[in-house]
């Protein structure tokens, strides 16, 4: 059964790099899809932005200028950098799974809490 | 970008009741959407992806309908665990986004 695990620092300084990595377990990390969605406290959801297992790359132009998203299938992992962060990047950080195109997440990490404070 | 908007936000109801949520998309997105319920401190689950398809393991009580840009959730006779928010996502369209969700509690 496919599992993914978010991993990371828990605490971030203003104007620093949040880096994230999510752990794919339990299937191969190829031919999916992987998203990484947040979720400030108290609020709803908002998709980052994904990677393809190839390589390739598709974010919300919200974030497009601050945030990368990388993939090692070597190592079964995909990160999450995201630069200069403020206060209201203080979220849940969660990465999911789909099978691309138009397909549903239907797996999900579950979450790690980043606060970004100095 | 596509806005998806729930209603209602919030809604109360009592063990055994049937209740429904809607979500609109600001243009069409065919029947591609999802709905997920979340419960405090745990991640999103999905229950229900194109618009009326079940995820396997997941109770009949839930079911979704709707097509282009008008979508409903229902939940029928509600049973303690389906108190939770509940959210709706459009993947047809990029950047992929999500209703604000609706809190449903007794």
């Known amino acids: 059964q496919v599992q993914l695990q978010e991993s990371g620092p828990g605490l971030v300084k203003p104007s620093e790099t949040l880096s994230l990595t999510c752990t794919v377990s339990g299937a191969s990390i190829n031919n999916y899809y992987y998203n990484w969605i947040r979720q400030p406290p108290g609020k709803g959801l908002e998709w980052i932005g994904f990677i393809y297992f190839s390589g390739t790359t598709n974010y919300n132009p919200s974030f497009k200028s601050r945030v990368t998203i990388s993939i090692n299938t070597s190592k079964n992992q995909l990160s999450l950098n995201l630069t200069s962060v403020t206060p209201a990047d203080t979220a849940v950080y969660y990465c999911s799974r789909d099978n691309g195109g138009t397909t549903p997440m239907d797996v999900w990490g579950k979450g790690i809490m980043v606060a970004v404070s100095s | 970008d596509i806005q998806m908007t729930q209603s209602p936000s919030s809604l109360s109801a009592s063990v055994g009741d049937r209740v429904s949520i809607a979500c609109r998309a600001s243009?069409?997105?065919?029947?591609?959407l999802s709905w997920f319920q979340q419960k405090p401190g745990r991640a999103p689950k999905l229950l229900i992806y194109?618009?009326?398809i079940l995820e396997t393991g997941v109770s009949s009580r839930f079911s979704g309908r709707g097509s282009g840009s008008n979508f409903t959730f229902s939940i029928a006779s509600l049973q303690p665990g389906d108190f939770a928010t509940y959210y709706c996502?459009?993947?047809?369209?990029?950047?992929?986004?999500f209703g604000q969700g609706t809190k449903l509690d007794i």
């Open positions: 243009h069409n997105i065919d029947n591609y």
């Open positions: 194109d618009a009326s």
């Open positions: 996502q459009q993947y047809g369209s990029l950047p992929y986004t």
